[in-house]
Structures are given as C-alpha cells and as structure tokens.
C-alpha cells in the first residue's frame, strides 16, 4: 500500500526529524540528490490556484532529476466536465509515480488517496490542512531557532479559514513546553476542533484580538493573510481584510530574535517596508518549502541515497 500525507499528525515526531535532518543535507549537498529520481515522475494536480506550492513540489521533482505532469486548474482537466476525484487519480497512478493534490473541497485528497495506487499528498484542502507547508514551517522555524520546544508562538489574522495554522498549531502540540498564542478577531477565531485539542492535551494557549500587546513575548509570530475565497460573502472580507497590518512600529515592540513567518501569499497583512527586517523570515522560508519536499518525495517514494 502507498503511504500517503493528509495531516502532519500522519507523521511522527521521529518522521518529521528524519525529514527536516534530510532536507538539510539536501541543502546542503544537492548535486547527492541529483539523479535520485531518474525516471519518476510527479504529478500536479491543483484544483486552486498555488504559486510556491506547486512550483516548489516542480522544483523539487526536477532537482532530483524526475518528471512533472499535472494541471494548475480545475479548468483545464476533465472537473471541468464533471470528472470525480476518484476516477481522475486512478488516471493519474497509470501516469506517475507520486502525486501532489491542491483541492478547494476538504477531504477530498483523502477521498482521491482511497482509490490511488501512489502516494497521494494534500497540497491544501480547503480551510482544513496544509501538511507540506507546516513541514516547511518546521524546517524553517528548526533551522533559524536551531529548536523545535520552548517557544511562544503567536498566530496572527484568519485562524478561522486559515489551513496552515490548523496544521501548524496541531503539530507543534507534539513538542515540548510551546505555547499559543491565537491573535484574530472573534469572527476569525481557530476552529472549536483546534482548542479542544489543545485543551485536551493541557497546552498553554490564549485567544487575543490586540497584536500588539503580545508582540513582546513572542519567539515567532505566524501571520497569515484572510482568506478571500472562503468568506461567504465580500462586505464580511472587507471588513476583516486590514484587521492587522505588520508594520516597523509593531516590529519595535518584538524581540531581538523573533521571528515572523508568513505562508504566502501576503496581500496587506505585512507592510513592506519590514521585508528588509532580518527577523522577516517568509521568503527564506519559501525557499526551505522546496527542499522538505524534496524530502518527503524521496521519503514516500522509499528512496534512499
Ligand atoms: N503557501 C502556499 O500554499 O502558497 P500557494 O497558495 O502559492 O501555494
């Protein structure tokens, strides 16, 4: 049976420190890897728009020296004419070797991995998950902070919609002594599913709307972007869109070491003018997004070099 990735917590602790020690030595010494998947190939299949993560799971494929196919829209494959998850990934598992899938409805990775016969990896499903972005998160937060444990970690703007915290926050609950710090507005809060977790496994976490008043304490601040697409209706967007906006007065209010991380896309929730802040970590992040996967498609290929 394939193994394949629909929330971090499929990995273990253990997992998840083989993957980032592995994306390391990729970094590290590429030209290892480069033949490591000669004649595989991956398959992109995005049902919603993505820049880094479709083009970083490309990247990562070509670095290893396999094959892309895919489709970037549901526009362009046969959706469009009413095609199932289902039947289009037991296409796909005649066509590749592994598959990368980006879907606007939740669970409907899991419903495509249920039929496939490769390993099929969420790439965003809906507001649920975003397991391939927490990956890169972790690797970005282990390799900047040198740690995984002792951290306050604030999470900033759409917590509701927002799929990379939800897996975020899930899989820094596994790691020692971290605690949360949940910034938005009340309309905007993490789903019930998320504190209950959190409650359950007895973590430190506080739901606040003032940014700056947390700024001081925080270790990494986590800022995401309010999710257009999913808002029911564009009067309630508008509303919520500026809520927070990351600016240099805010960043004088943080520690020396903090560290802001952003998923991507930014719309306006991070004001330009703190890109040049070296505590402004999203796009050197972005770049950690392609080497983890090129981490996870040699892990669930059971490639070894
Ligand atoms: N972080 C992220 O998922 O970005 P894309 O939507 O561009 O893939």
Same mark, same amino acid.
């Given at each position: 049976?394939?193994? %394949? /990735?629909?929330?971090?917590?499929?990995?273990?602790?253990?997992?998840?420190?083989? /993957?980032?020690?592995?994306?390391?030595?990729? #970094?590290?010494?590429?030209? &290892? =890897?480069?033949?490591?998947?000669?004649?595989?190939?991956?398959?992109?299949?995005?049902?919603?728009?993505?820049?880094?993560?479709?083009?970083?799971? #490309?990247?990562?494929?070509? $670095?290893?020296?396999? %094959?892309? !196919?895919?489709?970037?829209?549901?526009?362009?494959?046969?959706?469009?004419?009413?095609?199932?998850?289902?039947?289009?990934?037991?296409?796909?598992?005649?066509?590749?070797?592994?598959?990368?899938?980006?879907?606007?409805?939740?669970?409907?990775?899991?419903?495509? *991995?249920?039929?496939?016969?490769?390993?099929?990896?969420?790439?965003?499903?809906?507001? $649920?998950?975003?397991?391939?972005?927490?990956?890169?998160?972790? !690797?970005?937060?282990?390799? !900047?902070?040198?740690?995984?444990?002792? +951290?306050? /970690?604030? +999470?900033?703007?759409?917590?509701?919609?927002?799929?990379?915290? %939800?897996?975020?926050?899930?899989?820094?609950?596994?790691?020692?002594?971290?605690?949360?710090?949940?910034?938005?507005?009340?309309?905007?809060?993490?789903?019930? @599913?998320?504190?209950?977790?959190?409650? &359950?496994?007895? +973590?430190?976490?506080?739901?606040?709307?003032? !940014?700056?008043?947390?700024?001081?304490?925080?270790?990494?601040?986590?800022?995401?972007?309010?999710?257009?697409?999913?808002?029911?209706? #564009?009067?309630?967007?508008?509303?919520?869109?500026?809520?927070?906006?990351?600016?240099?007065?805010?960043?004088?209010?943080?520690? &020396?070491?903090?560290?802001?991380? $952003?998923?991507?896309?930014?719309?306006?929730?991070? *004001?330009?003018?703190?890109?040049?802040?070296?505590?402004?970590? @999203?796009?050197?992040?972005?770049? @950690?997004?392609? =080497?983890?996967?090129?981490?996870?498609?040699?892990?669930?290929?059971?490639?070894?070099?």
């Amino acid at each position: 049976m394939p193994r %394949h /990735l629909m929330n971090p917590m499929d990995l273990t602790v253990e997992e998840i420190q083989s /993957l980032i020690d592995l994306a390391g030595d990729i #970094e590290r010494d590429p030209d &290892k =890897y480069a033949h490591a998947c000669d004649r595989k190939t991956l398959a992109t299949c995005f049902y919603e728009p993505s820049t880094r993560t479709r083009l970083s799971f #490309e990247a990562a494929m070509y $670095h290893l020296g396999g %094959h892309v !196919l895919g489709f970037s829209s549901a526009d362009s494959s046969s959706a469009a004419k009413g095609e199932s998850v289902s039947d289009t990934i037991r296409m796909i598992s005649c066509y590749a070797d592994i598959c990368a899938m980006r879907h606007p409805k939740e669970g409907a990775p899991f419903v495509a *991995s249920l039929k496939s016969s490769i390993p099929v990896i969420n790439a965003g499903d809906g507001g $649920h998950q975003h397991p391939t972005q927490t990956l890169t998160d972790l !690797l970005t937060i282990s390799s !900047l902070k040198g740690h995984l444990d002792h +951290l306050v /970690l604030g +999470l900033c703007g759409d917590l509701k919609f927002g799929r990379t915290t %939800h897996s975020l926050i899930e899989a820094m609950s596994r790691y020692e002594d971290v605690e949360f710090i949940l910034i938005s507005p009340p309309e905007l809060r993490v789903p019930n @599913y998320i504190t209950e977790m959190l409650g &359950k496994k007895h +973590l430190k976490y506080t739901e606040v709307q003032s !940014l700056e008043e947390v700024m001081p304490v925080l270790d990494i601040l986590y800022m995401t972007r309010v999710q257009r697409e999913r808002f029911f209706n #564009e009067d309630d967007y508008v509303r919520m869109k500026d809520f927070y906006v990351l600016d240099k007065p805010k960043m004088e209010l943080a520690k &020396k070491d903090m560290l802001v991380l $952003h998923p991507l896309p930014r719309v306006n929730e991070i *004001s330009v003018e703190v890109d040049d802040d070296p505590r402004a970590v @999203y796009f050197k992040q972005a770049q @950690y997004g392609m =080497y983890i996967r090129m981490a996870l498609i040699l892990t669930l290929l059971g490639i070894e070099v």
